[in-house]
């Protein structure tokens, strides 16, 4: 009974398409995260949200799309994907927004082509 | 310059030796997290501190907020504790943005 999942664990696409990631918390946690950790295992995070609302919305790029259907999901769509978007994504879940204990998932490594 | 630096980013260990790593930050906070990263790649939450210090089993964090410091202390290494290890703060009125150091890849050698 994983805690975070994410689906898929790899994926490797080419240059320009469009791939989604997906995330699902079963703690009952009203917060969820998407973080990227790049080639130097440096880690940042992309967006929040709290009760399905956008809380945090970094510096991405607007190929970027985070979809909150309910609490317990948040997945992360990808257009026009780019050499550069290659890392591990992370998704994490907290209770509340107010910065708690986060539980994360195994992650999602993306391989652009 | 990145506000949370940790020090050092590489350290090779002897089974059974104490392991101190550092992370200083140069923001405000309300609260401070240590995560271990395994070689797999997965992330766990080992710590969260606004002040003092806490132990759990061979891991013990501190945390001086005056001094902006913290340290994740491990006592009697072990080959099992070979991971990367993070900081990250949350600064006030960020919400639970964690903003992190670029971690200390740890490797204990038996």
């Known amino acids: 009974d994983t805690a975070v999942s994410q689906t898929p664990k790899y994926l490797v696409t080419q240059m320009g398409n469009d791939k989604s990631i997906k995330c699902e918390q079963n703690?009952?946690?009203?917060?969820m995260y998407w973080y990227k950790q790049d080639s130097k295992k440096f880690l940042k995070i992309m967006f929040s949200?709290?009760?399905?609302?956008?809380?945090i919305n970094e510096t991405v790029p607007n190929r970027f799309s985070p979809k909150s259907p309910d609490k317990a999901h948040l997945n992360l769509h990808i257009n026009s994907l780019e050499l550069g978007d290659s890392a591990v994504y992370f998704c994490?879940?907290?209770?509340?927004?107010?910065?708690?204990?986060?539980?994360f998932g195994p992650g999602t490594r993306l391989t652009v082509t | 310059k990145n506000e949370v630096e940790q020090s050092p980013q590489n350290l090779t260990a002897q089974e059974g030796e104490f392991i101190t790593i550092n992370c200083s930050y140069s923001?405000?906070?309300?609260?401070l997290h240590w995560l271990q990263q395994h070689p797999g790649g997965g992330i766990v939450s080992l710590f969260m501190?606004?002040?003092g210090k806490k132990k759990h089993g061979r891991l013990i964090a501190t945390i001086n907020i005056q001094e902006k410091h913290s340290s994740l202390h491990i006592t009697a290494s072990h080959p099992r504790d070979s991971a990367v290890y993070i900081c990250?703060?949350?600064?006030?009125?960020?919400?639970?943005?964690?903003?992190f150091g670029e971690g200390t890849q740890l490797t204990v050698n038996p």
């Open positions: 994490a879940s907290s209770q509340g927004p107010a910065g708690r204990w986060q539980y």
């Open positions: 703690l009952g946690h009203d917060t």
């Open positions: 949200y709290n009760n399905k609302e956008l809380i």
């Open positions: 923001v405000g906070i309300s609260a």
């Open positions: 501190l606004s002040s």
């Open positions: 990250a703060v949350i600064k006030p009125a960020s919400g639970s943005r964690l903003t």
